[in-house]
Structures are given as C-alpha cells and as structure tokens.
C-alpha cells in the first residue's frame, strides 16, 4: 500500500464529491478560505490472524533454464479510519457542514468515486456521520460537521534487500518416446500410431 496514492485518492473523493478543498491534518493550512474540508487518519489497525509472507517472483531469465529470484514479501489486511471534518461559515441549508456530510455519503455510492478508491487499494467498510461539532473561531460561528470512513486495505512490503531463495525450472518438452519406454506408453496411452 502506498500512504501517498491513498492520501490523493481520500483528497481527490471529498473534492469531486463536495466542491472543497480538502486538506490533510498534517499539512499546513494557513487562514484558508472557508469552506473547507480537513481529512485525519484516526486508526490503522490489523485485521484478521496476522501478516503472512509470500514468495513473490522479482526477476526471470527467459532461457530454457529459467532462474526465478524471489523476495520475501510480508502480506497483512488492514482498516483505516479516517475522520473528514466540514467547516463552513456559511450557516444558509446547502452551505453548512451537515449538507457537505450528505454529499459525501452520498458520493461513496457513485460508481467513478468507488472505482477511483479501489484503483488506490481502498475497499470501503461503513461510515459514521458526526454531525454538528459547530466551534466558535475569530468571534463568528463556524458550522462543522465530520463523517468517520472504514476502509479495509492491503498492506504488504517486500524485502528487495532479502533475495536469497532461488528456483531453477527446468522445462524440458519432447514427443520422442524412447525405444525401451515404447511398451509401457503404449499400454498406458494406447498405440501411437492410432
């Protein structure tokens, strides 16, 4: 899993869905412009009996001897929980943090957001919506809403450093039967020139 695709696929879903910038909460947001979308990662937890390694092909010869290098790859299913936070200033219906909360639900359900999520190895789960979280910043009422996302993912590493197993595969293909062979095959297969 790469945290980078998946951070741009997040922002790029709540922008197509709502209309608004959408910001993570690590990232610098100096006096932004409201309305505004902030995105947090609030848990990535393991899911299930625990990562398995796999043996993943990361080099092949394409002789009639072919060497097969492979890595140690560890492979583990994983949730994420990420919490998108709606801050408006705008108190008017279709402008507060609730109408931009509806729109994204609603956005999960279209089939170019669900594609564009799994395309960064997003699964979605469920959703919860937590809605009126309204503060007060610079003496004016700010309307904010958020929406907690479950996604199930795929984490998996490989040990490029680690390449020490090897295979050979040998692939030998021939319809000569040999001489002293000729009376078993014919009993197990039949005459060949029937």
């Known amino acids: ?83 998108i936070r709606f801050i408006s200033r705008d108190q008017r219906a279709g402008q507060d943090g609730p109408f931009y909360v509806e729109r994204a639900m609603i956005a999960l359900r279209r089939p170019t957001i669900k594609a564009a999520l799994q395309e960064a190895g997003l699964a979605f789960v469920s959703m919860r919506p937590l809605l009126n979280q309204d503060e007060v910043f610079d003496d004016r009422h700010e309307s904010i809403a958020a929406l907690d996302l479950i996604f199930n993912v795929a984490s998996t590493i490989t040990d490029a450093e680690d390449q020490t197993q090897y295979v050979s ?22 005459d060949l020139d029937s």
């Open 1 to 83: 899993m790469d945290f980078q695709v998946v951070e741009d696929a997040l922002a790029e879903y709540v922008t197509d869905s709502t209309g608004l910038r959408a910001v993570w909460m690590n990232q610098p947001r100096p006096n932004m412009p409201r309305p505004f979308a902030t995105l947090h990662k609030m848990a990535f937890t393991p899911v299930g009996m625990g990562d398995e390694i796999r043996y993943e092909e990361v080099d092949i010869d394409p002789t009639p001897v072919t060497t097969i290098e492979l890595a140690p790859t560890v492979c583990g299913f994983r949730q994420l929980s990420v919490r």
């Open 169 to 190: 595969k040998v692939e030998i293909t021939s319809d000569h039967v040999p001489d002293d062979q000729l009376g078993m095959h014919e009993q197990l297969f039949g």
